[in-house]
Antibody, heavy 121, light 107 residues
Framework: EVQLVESGGGLVQPGGSLRLSCVAS????????MSWVRQAPGKGLEWVAN????????YYVDSVRARFTISRDNAKNSLYLQMNSLRAEDTATYFC??????????????WGQGILVTVSP | DIQMTQTPSSLSASVGDRVTITCRAS??????LAWFQQKPGKAPKSLIY???SLHSGVPSRFSGSGSGTDFTLTITSLQPEDSATYYC?????????FGQGTKLEIK
C-alpha cells in the first residue's frame, strides 16, 4: 500500500525557516517525480514544487522560488521542502504527492495527509 | 500561466441525481487535465487523469470528458459520500494550476 507521511510543520515567525519531510512507503521513490502542493486555510489548492526522480530537475511556483528548496533522498525514500524567509501568506497545509508518468502524461496519483505550517509573530 | 475556471462554484443536488461540473482552461491543454475530490480536513483524492481515465478504485459513476480548453466531470446516481469539493488541474505546463473548486452539497 502506497503511503506518504509528512512531518516538520508547526508555528514559525515571519522571516523564519522550516523543513518539511515526507516519507514514502509501499513503493520505490526512485521511479517517480514527487511534488509539494499547499492549501491556505479555507482556500483552494496551489502547486508549490516538483522534483525529478533523480533530483536533477526542480520546478517552483514563482511565489516561492529563491525561498523554498525541494530535495529528495531516494536511499531514505524521502522528500523534503526547505522553506526560508517565510511569510504570513505561506501559512497553509502542505501536501506531499506522488506523480505517475504514463501514456496520460505525468499526473498526481497518491497524496499524503498534509501538514500545517503557520507563519505568525 | 494557464488559468483554470470551474463552474459552478457550488451546487446542491439530491441522492440519485446526475451532476456536471465544468472546467475551462485559458489556453489549450490537450487532455492533460485531472480531477480531485477533497473532503473537509482531508487530503485530495485523485479521481480522473488524462481528462477521462479513472484512477483505480474510483466508482464508475464518476466520468470525465473533454479536450483542448473545455472539460467536464460528471457524477451519475449521486451518493451521500460524494459531498465534497472538486478541483480540476492542468498538468501540461508549469506552473501546474488548479481550478478554484466546486463545492457539492447533497440535499
Amino acid at each position: 500500500e502506497v503511503q506518504l507521511v509528512e512531518s516538520g510543520g508547526g508555528l514559525v515567525q515571519p522571516g523564519g525557516s522550516l523543513r518539511l519531510s515526507c516519507v514514502a512507503s509501499g513503493f520505490t521513490s526512485t521511479g517517480f517525480w514527487m511534488s509539494w502542493v499547499r492549501q491556505a486555510p479555507g482556500k483552494g489548492l496551489e502547486w508549490v514544487a516538483n522534483i525529478k526522480p533523480d533530483g536533477s530537475g526542480k520546478y517552483y511556483v514563482d511565489s516561492v522560488r529563491a525561498r523554498f528548496t525541494i530535495s529528495r533522498d531516494n536511499a531514505k525514500n524521502s522528500l523534503y521542502l526547505q522553506m526560508n524567509s517565510l511569510r504570513a501568506e505561506d501559512t497553509a497545509t502542505y501536501f506531499c504527492a506522488r506523480i505517475f508518468c504514463g501514456t496520460g502524461g505525468c499526473y498526481y496519483d497518491y497524496w499524503g495527509q498534509g501538514i500545517l505550517v503557520t507563519v505568525s509573530p | 500561466d494557464i488559468q483554470m475556471t470551474q463552474t459552478p462554484s457550488s451546487l446542491s443536488a439530491s441522492v440519485g441525481d446526475r451532476v456536471t461540473i465544468t472546467c475551462r482552461a485559458s489556453q489549450g491543454i490537450n487532455i492533460y487535465l485531472a480531477w480531485f475530490q477533497q473532503k473537509p480536513g482531508k487530503a485530495p483524492k485523485s479521481l480522473i487523469y488524462a481528462a477521462s481515465s479513472l484512477h483505480s478504485g474510483v466508482p464508475s459513476r464518476f466520468s470525465g470528458s473533454g479536450s483542448g480548453t473545455d472539460f467536464t466531470l460528471t457524477i451519475t446516481s449521486l451518493q451521500p459520500e460524494d459531498s465534497a469539493t472538486y478541483y480540476c488541474q492542468q498538468y501540461t505546463s508549469y506552473p501546474y494550476t488548479f481550478g478554484q473548486g466546486t463545492k457539492l452539497e447533497i440535499k
